[in-house]
């Protein structure tokens, strides 16, 4: 993986979905909340245990992940 710091897996955690530094805090989760017009300092009102720098590398994750590639076959 791309060198995510504070993304972490682990399987008696939430399922082992991406997580924020081993907390109950998935990736999605934050994604969801950004997405829908959420801002930095309200999910971290909502969740005190965030820090900015959590969103940010979250967004980034998710971003890597959705990075496509397409291969066509030449005849």
Request: hydrophobic share 45%; net charge neutral.
């Amino acid at each position: 993986m791309k060198g995510f710091k504070r993304i972490t897996f682990n399987s008696n955690i939430m399922g082992g979905q991406a997580c924020v530094r081993g907390m109950r805090i998935p990736v999605s989760l934050i994604v969801n909340l950004v997405a829908n017009g959420m801002a930095t300092d309200k999910i971290i009102k909502e969740y005190p245990d965030l820090e900015p720098e959590d969103i940010k590398e979250a967004l980034q994750y998710a971003s890597w992940l959705t990075k496509e590639e397409l291969h066509f076959a030449v005849s």
